[in-house]
């Protein structure tokens, strides 16, 4: 397995846009600790002190994204397989036989359940990454057991 982590074109661009928001963030951020920072000024301790904590966590987030698109291999549909379920994957599945859903197969980085986009760590990706057409898997759910059938990949 390799140590790339696989994003679609939409979501490294996501990730993009957020790595530059970051990075403005970063820079109002010493912006605003030098202004405090300034000789003479009393009672700034506490800004001060909480604008560089801020400033830690931004730091720290940029960090991570960064590292994350410098290892990251875009997914296009070209290197998709259309029989068996991976990331990138569009998944089809009937619901214990009653209805069909829609799902995207995405890393953790890109996973928003409210738009169908599950990560391919969460139970129900773990369950059907591997898996072909025609497959079922079962997954535990709060409810109990619920059995997925594949009817497409794309």
């Known amino acids: 397995m390799s140590n790339k982590t696989l994003l679609t074109q939409e979501g490294f661009n996501k990730l993009t846009e957020e790595l530059v928001a970051l990075k403005q963030r970063q ?34 987030k ?11 291999q875009i997914i296009t549909s070209k290197s998709l397989s259309k029989k068996e379920v ?6 089809k599945i009937k619901i214990q036989g009653n209805s069909t859903k829609l799902f ?16 391919d760590q969460s139970p129900l990706g773990l369950a059907l990454i591997g898996k072909k057409l025609n497959d079922t898997v079962e997954v535990e759910a709060p409810v109990g057991k619920i059995s997925y059938k594949i009817v497409a990949i794309n």
């Open 86 to 91: 991976q990331v990138g994957s569009n998944v």
């Open 104 to 119: 995207s197969i995405v890393t953790h980085l890109e996973a928003d359940p409210t738009n169908n986009k599950i990560s």
């Open 62 to 72: 940029i960090d991570k994204l960064e590292e994350a698109l410098e290892m990251s």
């Open 27 to 60: 820079e109002h951020l010493v912006t605003q600790i030098e202004e405090v920072a300034l000789p003479d000024e009393s009672g700034e301790d506490g800004l001060s002190a909480q604008l560089k904590e801020e400033l830690e966590v931004v730091n720290d």
